[in-house]
C-alpha cells in the first residue's frame, strides 16, 4: 500500500510540473478543433490555415467559415494578411492570393506553382509582403538545376489577379523566414545564418552580406562557421533578431556590409529572469516564429513556449513575460496574442491576452 501512495504521490507531483503557467500573459481560450499550421488576423477575425474565426469576443470565438478549397493543401501553409487580401504559400511550392474583403465569401484571386515563373521547382516557405511585392524565402535540393539551396524570390502582386515574377537570387543553404526593411531584406537561412541582401533593384537582387554565429566546422578544406537554427527574423530600425537552437541572437546591421553581434537571449540563470511563481522564462529549445511590437518582440518557442522580451535597449533584451507549453507561429493583433499550438500531445490555437505585457516597463527598470 505504502509503494502504491508513493507512486500516486509522484505521478500528481509530475503532473503539477507539466501544468502550463506563465507570468503577465493570460491563456484566455484554447481551440483544439483542428491541427493548424500558421496564423493570420484580418480586423475582428482570426484566420488559422483555412479556418476562418469570430474573435470580437476572444473569450467566445466562433467558427464562421472553412475555405480549404481555395489553399493549396493548407495543413502546409503559411499564410499573412494585408489590407484585403489573404497571401499564401501551401502545397510547399505554391504561392496564392485571396480576396477577403467580404470575410464571409473570400474568392481566389490567382494561385501560381514555382515551377510556372522560375525555370526549375523550389519550395515556398514564409514571406513578407511589403507594397506591391511579396518576398518569399525558398529553396531547392541540389540536384534539382539550381547550383544553391536557399533563395529569395520576389513576386510583383501590383494585379492580385496576375503575379509575376521581378527577381530572384539564390545562396549557400536553406531558408525559412525573412523580414524587409528599406532597400535590404534579411533572410534567415537556418545553418547559415542570415543573409543581407540588397531588393533596391527588385529585378536584379544581390547578396551583400551573411552572418553567422555558431559552431567552426571545416567544409572542403575551409573553415566555416555554421548555426543550429536560424529560422525566422524580425528587424527593427539597426537591429535584426534572428531565432537560433536555444537563443535569440540581437544582430546589428547599421552596417549592411558588416552585420555583428550584438547581443543574445538565451538559456540559463545568466540570461533568464526569476519570476514570482519560481520559473526561469527561458528559450528552452527551438524559438521559431518572432514577431516585433512597439519596444517588444514576441517569440514562439516549439518547446519552451511564448517568451516576451523588453527589446527598448536592444543590446540588452530582457525577459518580461512568459507562458510554458510548445507553439509554432503567432499573430498580435491590440491586446491579444494568437498562437498556433506545437505539441506531440494537443494541436489547434491559443488565444491569449497581453495587456499587461504592455504595462510593465517600469516595474521592469532596474
Given amino acids: 500500500m505504502k509503494y502504491i501512495s508513493?507512486?500516486?504521490?509522484?505521478?500528481?507531483?509530475?503532473?503539477?510540473?507539466?501544468?502550463?503557467?506563465?507570468?503577465n500573459i493570460k491563456k484566455i481560450k484554447k481551440l483544439t478543433k483542428y491541427r493548424y499550421s500558421d496564423v493570420a488576423v484580418y480586423k475582428n477575425y482570426v484566420i488559422a490555415d483555412c479556418s476562418i474565426i469570430d474573435v470580437k469576443d476572444p473569450k467566445k470565438p466562433r467558427f464562421v467559415k472553412e475555405i480549404c478549397d481555395l489553399i493549396k493543401n493548407p495543413m502546409d501553409d503559411t499564410i499573412l494578411v494585408k489590407e484585403n487580401y489573404l497571401y499564401y504559400t501551401g502545397g510547399?511550392?505554391?504561392?496564392?492570393?485571396?480576396?477577403?474583403?467580404?470575410?464571409?465569401?473570400?474568392?481566389?484571386?490567382?494561385?501560381?506553382?514555382s515551377d510556372e515563373i522560375l525555370p526549375q521547382y523550389v519550395h515556398f516557405a514564409k514571406f513578407t509582403i511589403l507594397g506591391d511585392y511579396a518576398y518569399i524565402s525558398s529553396w531547392d535540393y541540389p540536384g534539382s538545376g539550381f547550383t544553391h539551396w536557399g533563395s529569395l524570390t520576389i513576386i510583383n502582386i501590383?494585379?492580385?489577379r496576375s503575379p509575376k515574377l521581378e527577381g530572384y537570387v539564390g545562396f549557400e543553404g536553406s531558408s525559412f523566414g525573412n523580414a524587409v526593411q528599406g532597400d535590404y531584406a534579411y533572410v534567415a537561412a537556418k545553418e547559415n545564418g542570415m543573409y543581407i541582401i540588397n531588393i533596391k533593384d527588385k529585378k536584379e537582387p544581390w547578396v551583400v552580406s551573411n552572418f553567422r554565429e555558431g559552431d567552426a566546422r571545416f567544409d572542403r578544406g575551409i573553415e566555416r562557421r555554421y548555426m543550429a537554427g536560424g529560422y525566422c527574423v524580425a528587424v527593427k530600425g539597426n537591429y535584426a533578431y534572428l531565432t537560433d537552437l536555444g537563443r535569440i541572437l540581437v544582430v546589428d546591421i547599421s552596417n549592411p556590409y558588416k552585420p555583428r553581434l550584438a547581443a543574445k537571449y538565451e538559456s540559463g540563470k545568466e540570461y533568464g529572469v526569476k519570476f514570482s511563481q519560481g520559473y526561469v522564462a527561458y528559450t528552452a529549445g527551438r524559438p521559431f516564429d518572432i514577431e516585433i511590437e512597439g519596444d517588444y518582440a514576441y517569440v514562439a518557442d516549439e518547446y519552451g513556449g511564448i517568451i516576451v522580451l523588453d527589446i527598448s535597449e536592444p543590446t540588452k533584451p530582457k525577459c518580461v513575460g512568459y507562458y510554458t507549453g510548445g507553439y509554432k507561429n503567432i499573430a498580435i493583433s491590440g491586446n491579444y496574442?494568437?498562437?498556433?499550438?506545437?505539441?506531440?500531445?494537443?494541436?489547434?490555437?491559443?488565444?491569449?491576452?497581453?495587456?499587461?505585457?504592455?504595462?510593465?516597463?517600469?516595474?521592469?527598470?532596474?
Avoid at 6 to 23: A, N, Q, R, T, W
Avoid at 92 to 112: A, E
Avoid at 340 to 359: H, R
Fill in 158 to 160: 501590383s494585379d492580385p
Fill in 337 to 366: 496574442l494568437y498562437a498556433v499550438i506545437n505539441s506531440a500531445l494537443e494541436s489547434g490555437l491559443t488565444i491569449f491576452d497581453i495587456s499587461k505585457i504592455k504595462k510593465l516597463k517600469e516595474k521592469f527598470k532596474k
Fill in 6 to 23: 508513493l507512486i500516486i504521490i509522484i505521478f500528481l507531483v509530475s503532473c503539477l510540473i507539466y501544468i502550463p503557467h506563465g507570468e
Fill in 92 to 113: 510547399v511550392s505554391y504561392f496564392g492570393i485571396i480576396d477577403i474583403t467580404d470575410i464571409t465569401n473570400p474568392k481566389l484571386l490567382s494561385s501560381v506553382a
